[in-house]
């Protein structure tokens, strides 16, 4: 497999990022998926597609929005394959992604949806030290609970090569976390059953060992990574840890449970987006 990390040829990458930032920021503004920035980025070269990530984020930033957490992604062998790279990949979780406490998951913020069911961690400690290893991150870690991650990309019909997703913030959209605060000497990640539920029927399930084979060393890919980036994990952030079983198409008005094991339970009913039915739903 080429390495995804070796540069490719782009005549000027400042351009291509500020090109790919503006196609991604318009698509989340208008409301109306774009072509793939691949074309401006390359297919394999990440630290490019990390750089349009950085440039998006740092615009959100800029008009407001407060960093919260991250997301890890491409944490299933299968998905790995599908877009073709050995390794995760991680996204910036934003204070306006996460709607735990509203009624309804708003529908209309989101373009083509899927949910996941995830352990989410709250750190209560910093992962800055240069001797990161497992015993450290699992130190660090505050609390788990369970978690639903509403993936969404601004990639018209999901036609996403590694460059794609990464810029797009690793195709985040939104978040609900559930309410019960788990400590780790509870429970064991690699352990827990997941079963999703969508109106009610199943949908999806998994366990822990389908997240790198065990969420708390996708927890320590992700503190290592994001030190390289030179912006490490901090306390008081959440960490969506990744799937633990296969995503979800969640249309408006349909209501997801998940279930983990030692976690309990998280729910979320999507918003009509009908205008009609949204005046009615309020």
Same mark, same amino acid.
């Given at each position: 497999?080429?390495?995804?990390? %070796?540069?490719? /040829?782009?005549?000027?990458?400042?351009?291509?990022?500020?090109?790919?930032?503006?196609? +991604?920021?318009?698509?989340?503004?208008?409301?109306?998926?774009?072509?793939?920035?691949?074309?401006?980025?390359?297919?394999?070269?990440?630290?490019?597609?990390?750089?349009?990530?950085?440039?998006?984020?740092?615009?959100?930033?800029?008009?407001?929005?407060? #960093? =919260?957490?991250?997301?890890?992604? +491409?944490?299933?062998?299968?998905?790995?394959?599908?877009?073709?790279?050995?390794?995760?990949?991680?996204?910036?979780?934003?204070?306006?992604?996460? #709607?735990?406490?509203?009624?309804?998951?708003?529908?209309?913020?989101?373009?083509?949806?899927?949910?996941?069911?995830?352990?989410?961690?709250?750190?209560?400690?910093? !992962?800055?030290?240069?001797?990161?290893?497992? %015993?450290? /991150?699992?130190?660090?870690?505050?609390?788990?609970?369970?978690?639903?991650?509403? #993936?969404?990309?601004? /990639?018209?019909?999901?036609?996403?090569?590694?460059?794609?997703?990464?810029?797009?913030?690793?195709?985040?959209?939104?978040? =609900?976390?559930?309410?019960?605060?788990?400590?780790?000497? %509870?429970?064991?990640?690699?352990?827990?059953?997941?079963? +999703?539920?969508?109106?009610?029927?199943?949908?999806?399930?998994?366990?822990?060992?389908?997240?790198?084979?065990?969420?708390?060393?996708?927890?320590?890919?992700?503190?290592?990574?994001?030190?390289?980036?030179?912006?490490?994990?901090?306390?008081?952030? /959440?960490? !969506?840890?990744?799937?633990?079983?296969?995503?979800?198409?969640?249309?408006?008005?349909?209501?997801?449970?998940?279930? !983990?094991?030692?976690?309990?339970?998280?729910?979320?009913?999507?918003?009509?987006?009908?205008?009609?039915?949204?005046? %009615?739903?309020?």
């Amino acid at each position: 497999m080429t390495d995804v990390w %070796e540069p490719t /040829v782009v005549a000027n990458r400042e351009t291509a990022v500020a090109e790919a930032a503006v196609r +991604l920021t318009r698509a989340a503004h208008d409301h109306k998926p774009c072509a793939p920035v691949r074309d401006l980025l390359g297919a394999t070269d990440i630290s490019l597609a990390y750089a349009v990530q950085q440039r998006v984020i740092s615009d959100r930033i800029a008009t407001g929005a407060r #960093v =919260v957490g991250r997301k890890i992604g +491409l944490t299933s062998e299968s998905v790995q394959r599908q877009v073709g790279v050995d390794r995760p990949d991680f996204g910036v979780l934003l204070d306006d992604m996460d #709607v735990t406490g509203l009624p309804a998951v708003p529908s209309e913020r989101l373009l083509q949806p899927k949910v996941e069911a995830e352990i989410a961690f709250v750190l209560a400690a910093d !992962l800055d030290d240069d001797d990161l290893d497992l %015993e450290r /991150v699992r130190a660090a870690v505050g609390h788990a609970v369970a978690a639903l991650e509403i #993936v969404d990309s601004r /990639v018209a019909d999901w036609d996403i090569a590694i460059t794609d997703t990464v810029a797009d913030n690793a195709s985040s959209g939104l978040f =609900v976390l559930g309410r019960q605060r788990v400590g780790l000497g %509870e429970f064991t990640p690699r352990d827990v059953t997941m079963r +999703l539920y969508a109106d009610g029927e199943l949908a999806s399930e998994g366990d822990g060992a389908a997240c790198l084979g065990d969420p708390l060393a996708a927890l320590l890919w992700l503190a290592r990574t994001a030190r390289e980036f030179g912006d490490p994990l901090r306390a008081g952030q /959440v960490v !969506l840890s990744g799937a633990l079983g296969p995503l979800v198409p969640t249309p408006p008005g349909i209501t997801v449970r998940a279930e !983990l094991s030692g976690l309990g339970s998280v729910t979320a009913t999507f918003s009509p987006k009908d205008p009609e039915e949204l005046k %009615e739903h309020g």
